[in-house]
Each structure stands twice: as structure tokens, then as C-alpha cells.
């Protein structure tokens, strides 16, 4: 499997309000983050591995700043 993709099926989406960056969660806990202008892609530690990833946000006052919500 590619580092840039996810094994699991995705749950949530996030875009930041530049527009420069998606976030991707899964029910697996597994988050990818791109950054559209790059093509780079981050793969964060989330430290809540086969927890499912139910929403995400980007900060609106500090555009790298992701937070995630989860349950299993």
C-alpha cells in the first residue's frame, strides 16, 4: 500500500481555509494530510490507532493546526 493512501475506507474530510491542505481520517484511526500546492503528503501520529476518526477541523487562527474526533 502507497504512504499516501489509506488502507481503511475514509470517514471524514477537512479542508483548511486556504484551501492549501485535506485531511483525511478513517475508521481505522489512520489521518493523511496533503498539501494540494506540493502534492506532499503527511502522515501524522494520532496515538489513537483503531480508534475511527469521526470529525475533523483546521484551526481558523493557525492554518496548520488539524483537530480530530474519535470513538470506537
Same mark, same amino acid.
Given at each position: 500500500?502507497?504512504?499516501?493512501?489509506?488502507?481503511?475506507?475514509? #470517514?471524514?474530510?477537512?479542508?483548511?481555509?486556504?484551501?492549501?491542505?485535506?485531511? #483525511? !481520517? #478513517?475508521?481505522? !484511526?489512520?489521518?493523511?494530510?496533503?498539501?494540494?500546492?506540493?502534492?506532499?503528503?503527511?502522515?501524522?501520529? #494520532? !496515538?489513537?490507532?483503531?480508534?475511527?476518526?469521526?470529525?475533523?477541523?483546521?484551526?481558523?487562527?493557525?492554518?496548520?493546526?488539524?483537530?480530530?474526533? !474519535?470513538?470506537?
Amino acid at each position: 500500500m502507497s504512504q499516501d493512501s489509506h488502507s481503511s475506507p475514509i #470517514t471524514c474530510i477537512a479542508l483548511n481555509d486556504l484551501e492549501t491542505y485535506v485531511a #483525511t !481520517g #478513517t475508521n481505522k !484511526g489512520d489521518v493523511i494530510i496533503r498539501n494540494l500546492n506540493s502534492d506532499a503528503v503527511l502522515r501524522p501520529e #494520532t !496515538g489513537v490507532q483503531g480508534q475511527a476518526v469521526r470529525s475533523m477541523v483546521f484551526s481558523p487562527w493557525k492554518h496548520s493546526l488539524l483537530g480530530t474526533d !474519535g470513538f470506537e
